[in-house]
C-alpha cells in the first residue's frame, strides 16, 4: 500500500472511521470486518482545545482531558518532532465504545489522522496501520477500520503493518448484540491459555480458510462450520455472557452463526439473507429475554468505506 492521506494547508480535516468486529471465530487476531457504524470527526486549527460530541456515549467523546483521540495526536506529532496546534473537534459517534465494537482503534486512527494532516506528515497506508497497530496491540481492528471490507492484516514490524482488503460477495446482513456491561481488552486477554493444543490449533486454520471462502464466494451455508472458534471464544465465554447463550440459536431461526465481536463482549450474528431482520430481531430477544439477559440489537452490515476512503481537508 502506497496511497498517502490528503495533506494541504487546509484549516479544517475530516475523516469517517467504520465500527470493526475482529477475531471472526477462529481467524483470531488476524481478520476483522469493517461494520456500517461509524465515527465521525471533523477537526479545525483553534486557539485552544475544544470538543462538540452528538451520538452514542456523547459523554465520553465530549471530555478533552484524557481523550483518546487528542493523546494519539499529540504523541505522533510529539515523536515526529512537530508542534501539536490545539484543535477544535466536532464527533458524531454510532460506535459502542468498550464493547468490542472496534472503538479504540477509530478513535486512535482519528488521532494518527489529524497528526498526519496537521503535521504534514508523508505517512502511507502501511504507516498509518502500523502506528494504530503498535498501540492497539494487534492489526486486524486498525485495518478493517482504515482498509473497509474485510481485512487480514499482521504487523511486519514494529511500525509496518502488512494488510490486505477482501471485498465479500453478495449481502451479509447482521445484528450487533450490544449489552449494557462494557470489557477491557486487556481482562479478555488474560484468560487466554498460553499454549494450545495441535488438534485446536489445525481445527481453527481448517475454518479460518472456509470463513475465507464463504465471504469470498458468496456462500452463507458454509457460516455455521465455518464459524466454529476453538482458541478464545470458549476461554471468553464467562466473560461475555451472551455469546454461549446465541451460539445456541441456528437455523431455522434465520441465523448462520454468531461470532464474539473483538474481544466482547458483543456478539455478531450473521443473518441469513434470505430471511426476514425483523422476525430474527424478535427471535433473539425472546431467547435473550428467557435466559434472563438482555442487549441492545443494532441492524448493520459490511462496509466498504474506510478511513483512508473518506479523509477530506477544507480550506474554512
Same mark, same amino acid.
Given at each position: 500500500m502506497t496511497k498517502k492521506l #490528503? +495533506?494541504?494547508?487546509?484549516?479544517? =480535516?475530516? *475523516? *469517517? #472511521?467504520? !465500527?470493526? +468486529?475482529? @477475531? #471472526?471465530?477462529?481467524? =483470531? &487476531?488476524t481478520a476483522a470486518l469493517a461494520l456500517k457504524l461509524f465515527l465521525k470527526v471533523? $477537526?479545525?486549527a483553534s486557539a485552544d482545545y475544544s470538543i462538540h460530541a452528538t451520538g452514542r456515549d456523547e459523554d465520553i467523546c465530549g471530555r478533552v482531558e484524557n481523550h483518546l483521540i487528542l493523546i494519539t495526536y499529540r504523541e505522533v506529532l510529539q515523536s515526529a518532532g512537530k508542534v501539536a496546534k490545539p484543535l477544535s473537534l466536532r464527533i458524531s459517534n454510532d460506535i459502542p465504545i468498550g464493547k468490542g465494537c472496534g472503538s479504540s482503534a477509530a478513535a486512535r486512527l482519528a488521532g494518527i489522522a489529524l497528526a498526519v494532516h496537521f503535521g504534514k506528515l508523508s505517512w502511507t497506508d502501511s504507516r498509518i496501520i502500523g502506528e494504530a497497530s503498535f498501540r492497539e496491540h494487534h !492489526? &486486524? @481492528?486498525? !485495518? $478493517?477500520?482504515? #482498509?473497509g471490507g474485510m481485512t487480514i492484516a499482521r504487523m511486519a514490524n514494529d511500525s509496518e503493518a502488512q494488510a490486505v482488503r477482501i471485498d465479500p460477495k453478495g449481502k451479509w446482513p447482521m445484528l450487533l448484540a450490544v449489552p449494557d456491561q462494557s470489557l477491557a481488552t486487556e481482562k479478555a486477554r488474560q484468560v487466554l491459555p498460553a499454549q494450545y493444543s495441535r488438534e485446536d !490449533?489445525?481445527? @481453527? *486454520?481448517q475454518n479460518s480458510m472456509f470463513l475465507l471462502a464463504a465471504l469470498i464466494q458468496g456462500r452463507p451455508d458454509l457460516m455455521p462450520a465455518a464459524l466454529e472458534d476453538r482458541m478464545h471464544q470458549p476461554y471468553r465465554a464467562g466473560l461475555c455472557p451472551l455469546l454461549p447463550v446465541l451460539?445456541?440459536?441456528q437455523r431455522p431461526h434465520g441465523i448462520l452463526g454468531v461470532a464474539l465481536s473483538g474481544a466482547g463482549p458483543s456478539v455478531l450474528i450473521f443473518v441469513a439473507p434470505k430471511a426476514s431482520l425483523t422476525q430474527v430481531r424478535e427471535k433473539v430477544q425472546k431467547h435473550l429475554h428467557d435466559a434472563g439477559l438482555s442487549a441492545e440489537l443494532i441492524s448493520t452490515t459490511i462496509t466498504e468505506r474506510g478511513g483512508s476512503s473518506s479523509s477530506r481537508s477544507f480550506r474554512s
Open positions: #490528503l +495533506s494541504s494547508s487546509a484549516r479544517s =480535516f475530516e *475523516i *469517517i #472511521l467504520p !465500527a470493526t +468486529s475482529a @477475531n #471472526l471465530g477462529p481467524a =483470531f &487476531d471533523r $477537526a479545525t !492489526a &486486524d @481492528n486498525a !485495518a $478493517a477500520c482504515w #482498509l !490449533a489445525v481445527t @481453527n *486454520i451460539s445456541g440459536m
